[in-house]
């Protein structure tokens, strides 16, 4: 018995009774399930002509636009901030400097009108022989005289303001120089005599002094020319000022001195016309005369 086992155990290829008891499963057939078949198609619904129109109008509008392609969005560019108060500073340099030459194309063409002797209305203008000198006393047509013979010595000239009447023959030797003589009726306002002062003291070739007798209150004289006014406010004063003093055309003799100390200090008074008392506070003897073998010294007077 243990022979023929162990000759059926050998490997002749053929299966024990054992294996032969237990048959091999066979897979169960798959199943076909009904939820797996597809589901009949529906029919789609008709489409009306208005929707089909629209449908392909939609489809060329699709066509027409581009599709777009994916692409990074660009940077962000912040713009700086303008630098308001740069300009600001700038329109108002521009806005100062228009205004700046504005004022003074205004004040140039101001200026050139006061120089111009042809705008002061009222203005008398007589031509007179100069250089003519004499120590004699001189019978002027004019009163006050603004050319003709003259003395020697010039009165001084030099923002002098007189308190007393000066006389005549050395006045109008000053106003050979390019002086203006300001001459005012003693009756005058203290006040129109403090503004005329105002304009004569310090002022080179101008000078002031009360005369009697005068046709107006005030009355201003250069060689060759002459101008009365009611008031010391007048604008001809500022005129004549500008346009005569110095004036080439009126000074016959450009570049003379004006300045004469001496007389200055002991002005010579003109001759009394026989009143008792004098045209203003004298700052001589109002009696004294002058020397006329001494008219050359300013300083020099006879006694009374």
Same mark, same amino acid.
């Given at each position: 018995?243990?022979?023929?086992?162990?000759?059926?155990?050998?490997?002749?290829?053929?299966?024990?009774?054992? +294996?032969?008891?237990?048959?091999?499963?066979?897979?169960?057939?798959?199943?076909?399930?009904?939820?797996?078949?597809?589901? =009949?198609?529906?029919?789609?619904?008709?489409?009306?002509?208005?929707?089909?129109?629209?449908?392909?109008?939609?489809?060329?509008?699709?066509?027409?636009?581009?599709?777009?392609?994916?692409?990074?969005?660009?940077?962000?560019?912040?713009?700086?901030?303008?630098?308001?108060?740069?300009?600001? $500073?700038?329109? =108002?340099?521009?806005?100062?400097?228009?205004?700046?030459?504005?004022?003074?194309?205004?004040?140039?063409?101001?200026?050139?009108?006061?120089?111009?002797?042809?705008?002061?209305?009222?203005?008398?203008?007589?031509?007179?022989?100069?250089?003519?000198?004499?120590?004699?006393?001189?019978?002027?047509?004019?009163?006050?005289?603004?050319?003709?013979?003259?003395?020697?010595?010039?009165?001084?000239?030099?923002?002098?303001?007189?308190?007393?009447?000066?006389?005549?023959?050395? =006045?109008?030797?000053?106003?050979?120089?390019?002086?203006?003589?300001?001459?005012?009726?003693?009756?005058?306002?203290? +006040?129109?005599?403090?503004?005329?002062?105002?304009?004569?003291?310090?002022?080179?070739?101008?000078?002031?002094?009360?005369?009697?007798?005068?046709?107006?209150?005030?009355?201003?004289?250069?060689?060759?020319?002459?101008?009365?006014?009611?008031?010391? +406010?007048?604008?001809?004063?500022?005129?004549?000022?500008?346009?005569?003093?110095?004036?080439?055309?009126?000074?016959?003799?450009?570049?003379?001195?004006?300045?004469?100390?001496?007389?200055?200090?002991?002005?010579?008074?003109?001759?009394?016309?026989?009143?008792?008392?004098?045209? $203003?506070?004298?700052?001589? +003897?109002?009696?004294?005369?002058?020397?006329?073998?001494?008219?050359?010294?300013?300083?020099?007077?006879?006694?009374?």
């Amino acid at each position: 018995m243990a022979k023929g086992s162990s000759r059926q155990g050998s490997g002749t290829g053929k299966t024990s009774s054992a +294996d032969k008891s237990v048959p091999a499963s066979k897979p169960a057939p798959a199943t076909k399930s009904p939820a797996s078949k597809p589901a =009949a198609a529906s029919k789609p619904a008709p489409v009306s002509k208005s929707t089909s129109k629209s449908v392909s109008v939609s489809k060329s509008a699709s066509k027409a636009v581009p599709k777009s392609r994916s692409r990074k969005p660009p940077p962000v560019v912040l713009a700086k901030p303008k630098p308001w108060g740069w300009i600001a $500073a700038a329109v =108002a340099v521009v806005v100062f400097a228009v205004a700046a030459i504005g004022y003074a194309v205004i004040q140039a063409n101001e200026q050139a009108a006061l120089a111009d002797p042809d705008n002061i209305q009222g203005l008398q203008t007589q031509s007179f022989t100069s250089q003519q000198h004499s120590d004699q006393e001189i019978d002027y047509a004019e009163s006050p005289p603004f050319g003709g013979e003259h003395d020697l010595a010039w009165a001084d000239c030099m923002g002098t303001v007189y308190p007393i009447q000066i006389r005549n023959e050395n =006045a109008v030797h000053s106003l050979e120089h390019g002086a203006v003589w300001i001459t005012y009726d003693p009756e005058l306002p203290p +006040d129109q005599v403090d503004t005329l002062a105002g304009l004569v003291q310090g002022a080179p070739f101008t000078m002031m002094s009360p005369y009697p007798g005068l046709t107006s209150p005030i009355s201003l004289q250069v060689w060759g020319n002459q101008l009365f006014v009611d008031s010391a +406010d007048d604008p001809r004063i500022e005129q004549f000022l500008t346009a005569l003093r110095q004036n080439p055309s009126n000074t016959p003799e450009p570049g003379a001195i004006c300045d004469n100390p001496a007389f200055a200090q002991n002005p010579i008074p003109e001759e009394s016309d026989g009143s008792s008392e004098p045209s $203003a506070p004298p700052a001589t +003897d109002p009696a004294a005369t002058t020397d006329p073998a001494a008219t050359t010294d300013p300083a020099a007077t006879t006694a009374p």
